[in-house]
């Protein structure tokens, strides 16, 4: 049988970032929950935050030594998406390569698929 692909990549760098983000929680914490929610302008936008733990229907994305809690509800507006961190001299985030959206919103905040 062939082994199915994760539905979300890491980078290096994103990877080291959310090692790094972990290393500084008091709670314990399983690793990042990723999500999809209805906001912004063009319909959608992502949503990152700690996951304590996994629900019955989450994704969980094992990579790079960091876990990926993927929301049940987001994982097919997610599929194939590669999460990137990136730093440059005014901003640094995590930046999502979603092969899935058709257009963001003129701020960048939001999506489309």
């Known amino acids: 049988?062939?082994?199915r692909p994760a539905p979300l990549t890491l980078t290096d760098a994103a990877a080291e970032r959310v090692k790094a983000l972990?290393?500084?929680r008091d709670a314990p914490t399983l690793g990042l929950k990723?999500?999809?929610?209805?906001?912004?302008?063009?319909?959608?936008?992502?949503?990152?935050?700690?996951?304590?733990?996994a629900e019955m229907m989450d994704e969980v994305v094992n990579t790079k030594g960091v876990t990926v809690v993927i929301d049940s509800k987001a994982l097919m507006f997610l599929l194939g998406t590669e999460l990137d961190y990136v730093?440059?001299?005014?901003?640094?985030?995590?930046?999502?390569?979603?092969?899935?959206?058709?257009?963001?919103c003129g701020c960048g905040?939001?999506?489309?698929v």
Do not use: L, Q
């Open 1 to 3: 049988m062939r082994e």
């Open 22 to 24: 972990m290393a500084t």
């Open 34 to 53: 990723i999500g999809v929610n209805p906001k912004g302008c063009a319909g959608h936008s992502y949503s990152i935050d700690f996951a304590e733990k």
């Open 87 to 104: 730093e440059d001299k005014m901003s640094s985030s995590f930046v999502f390569r979603n092969p899935n959206e058709k257009g963001r």
């Open 109 to 112: 905040e939001s999506f489309h």
